[in-house]
């Protein structure tokens, strides 16, 4: 979809969020109406969770209070995301459809009483989500407040039961064609798994100790296509009556239950839910981190923000508030990577039910607060940026991403309980980030010739073709820098045989892994250049490469620890322990130099975030996020958007967006 018929129709980026008006009175929404005006929204998503409202019995629906809902945001100059409310089935379809109600993996059926409360893998339950979708897009396909639909609510639920057991079994068969085949790649030959029927076969619900690893890969894959064909069938039910662009909020969390690759393909508009998970520098880092990955999903193109908190910071299991300031700089960390808005969650704050202590963007204390004062700011600020629409951000350096990988690595039997993938990634990300330089997220398997530098972090599951693409980049000219546990496994999970990684990419390493050596927790070890070291270590051998920096503890001792490889006009790098931050960051500035990728803007300190937005026709934008709280004077003064005027001095915890074509 070109993303410019939605920017088009705002008259410039997105501000607004979820608003859920059910919740409130006609005072209210009178009042609603003209805070939106002072805040500058033009975009609210509706309908959300409104599916017993608009569905009270089967069959039955009551869509009067939404057209007056629709009608009065039309009047207010307030467009909508039309939300189907399938993420939150009433009582009275659970109670008409228990076996639609999620069983866990020990075998518990949840009932309903919080949301999300649904499987589906249930017949009942998709027929009622499609029914729905198809209602309301007939209802509203037309109406001209509408500017995009939205499908669901966070596809997170998982549910083992029956019916999850049936499209399993459908699903492997048509992966596997043969019950020896799937039994070859499981490796049933072990522990008497052998299966000799598919009907014997069932999801990884909870068993006596390890549970097979293929099953356990095969079944999120399974689970990743099926979540998918849930989201194309609503998809499809609403362009039987309407032409506008169709997305899904895809929470973009530190575990994954979908292939966000293949969801990018399906959505005309990337959209994702983002909250950070500490507060500070590292929520900035967080954020960066998840809008870099929302733009790797959607190509390159822009996408947008659909959630975020005013005040919602996720932490060692407190909600902890945003510091002043932080709304504007969070919402213009994502707008700078490529999201054509900032949404919330929510508008006003719900004084009742679940989610009353969510922070919102009328706080329970009204208009007269320091939230919403924020929020007015924040939304002043995005309608001064208008002329960014339709622009992207480029990046020279990738990290690779690959849900095969993320899920091969939460199967059971791992030989170190610190393999963790979310980590590695993020740790990645952080070194680049701290360096100042923008990154992409790639497949393994696509092209990457137009980066100098990739990162391949825990990249344990690696397909022949995935190691074969990496020689090849390495060959024509790449610097790539390999991490510890990758290239171990194929896509079936079996071992790679005679040493790792995957043979094409030992080849471009220079080196062959002989044995892996997870430390003793909390283990430190220290490296021949003095960088220190923990979790993980390997017995590898060069095969060409040269070693940097040699291992000087135990039967290790002396043995490459770090190596670098010329191989065809490229570099192939290895490190095979997990190196502590100071050491990392050393390493992969290092990596950046040699690479001679530079930061977006030079002579900035750290905690001063700066990306460039790039449009078709030759115009360009830095968006300067000061994260310190002292004044930092910019290298290169500039016309600044947000103050529409000249700008040489950030003050503490300020933002610019400085035209700089
Ligand atoms: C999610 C959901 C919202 C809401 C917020 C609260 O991302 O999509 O419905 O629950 O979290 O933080």
Redesign the pocket.
């Known amino acids: 979809m070109d993303i410019r018929r939605l920017t088009d129709r705002l008259g410039g980026l997105a501000f607004g969020g979820?608003y859920n008006p059910e919740q409130w009175d006609e005072q209210v929404w009178k009042q609603d109406d003209e805070l939106m005006r002072r805040a500058r929204v033009n975009l609210t998503t509706v309908g959300?969770f409104s599916w017993a409202l608009l569905e009270p019995e089967e069959g039955r629906y009551d869509f009067d209070w939404l057209d007056a809902h629709l009608d009065r945001l039309h009047a207010n100059g307030v467009a909508v995301d039309l939300a189907t409310p399938t993420a939150s089935p009433p009582p009275w379809f659970t109670l008409a459809h228990p076996d639609a109600l999620p069983v866990r993996p020990d075998g518990t059926r949840l009932t309903h009483g919080s949301r999300d409360t649904y499987c589906l893998t249930a017949p009942a339950y998709r027929r009622a989500a499609r029914r729905i979708a198809g209602a309301l897009a007939e209802r509203y396909g037309d109406h001209p407040t509408l500017a995009l639909w939205h499908v669901h609510?966070?596809y997170v639920t998982l549910c083992l039961c029956d019916h999850t057991a049936a499209a399993f079994r459908v699903w492997l068969r048509a992966r596997h064609g043969s019950l020896d085949v799937l039994n070859e790649a499981w490796g049933t030959a072990f522990w008497s798994q052998r299966y000799t029927s598919w009907e014997q076969i069932l999801p990884p619900r909870d068993s006596q100790w390890h549970r097979n690893p293929g099953q356990a890969l095969d079944f999120s894959r399974f689970w990743s296509d099926e979540t998918l064909a849930a989201y194309r069938e609503q998809r499809d039910a609403i362009r039987v009556h309407s032409d506008l662009p169709v997305t899904t909020?895809l929470?973009v969390p530190g575990y994954q239950n979908l292939d966000l690759w293949a969801f990018g393909r399906e959505v005309d508009l990337v959209a994702i839910?983002h909250?950070p998970g500490a507060p500070g520098l590292d929520a900035a880092a967080h954020a960066a981190f998840d809008a870099d990955r929302a733009r790797s999903i959607a190509a390159g193109a822009p996408w947008l923000l659909m959630?975020q908190?005013t005040s919602?910071v996720y932490a060692g299991g407190r909600v902890l508030a945003k510091e002043p300031g932080e709304i504007l700089r969070h919402s213009l960390a994502h707008i700078a990577r490529g999201s054509e808005g900032a949404l919330f969650?929510q508008w006003r704050q719900s004084r009742a039910g679940a989610?009353q202590w969510?922070s919102a963007m009328v706080p329970h204390a009204g208009p007269d607060s320091r939230i919403f004062r924020e929020v007015t700011a924040a939304g002043e600020a995005v309608a001064r940026l208008g002329e960014l629409a339709g622009s992207t951000v480029r990046a020279e350096v990738a990290v690779l991403h690959d849900s095969d990988a993320w899920w091969a690595m939460r199967v059971d039997g791992l030989p170190s309980s610190e393999l963790d993938y979310f980590a590695a990634l993020r740790g990645a990300h952080r070194a680049l980030w701290d360096a100042g330089v923008t990154t992409d997220f790639a497949h393994p398997e696509q092209d990457l010739s137009r980066y100098r530098l990739v990162l391949a972090p825990a990249l344990f599951l690696l397909t022949d073709a995935g190691a074969e693409n990496l020689r090849h980049y390495v060959a024509a000219g790449g610097t790539l820098l390999v991490q510890h546990f990758s290239g171990m496994v194929d896509e079936r999970l079996h071992a790679r045989l005679g040493g790792y990684p995957a043979a094409p990419l030992r080849e471009a390493l220079g080196i062959r892994v002989e044995e892996y050596r997870p430390l003793r927790q909390d283990e430190r070890i220290t490296l021949s250049d003095g960088s220190t070291a923990g979790s993980w270590s390997e017995s590898l051998r060069t095969e060409g490469a040269e070693t940097l920096a040699a291992y000087t503890h135990g039967m290790l001792a002396g043995s490459p620890a770090l190596t670098r490889h010329d191989f065809g006009r490229g570099r192939g790098w290895y490190l095979s322990t997990r190196l502590d931050d100071t050491g990392y960051a050393a390493l992969v500035g290092h990596l950046l130099s040699e690479a001679k990728v530079s930061p977006e803007l030079s002579g900035l300190p750290p905690g001063v975030e700066a990306v460039t937005r790039r449009a078709a026709d030759g115009r360009s934008w830095h968006l300067l996020l000061n994260h310190r709280d002292e004044a930092v004077a910019l290298p290169r003064p500039g016309h600044d958007l947000l103050t529409d005027g000249p700008l040489r001095e950030l003050p503490p915890g300020g933002c610019a967006v400085l035209r700089a074509h």
């Open positions: 979820d959300v609510n966070e909020n929470m839910d909250y959630e908190g919602t969650f989610e969510h």
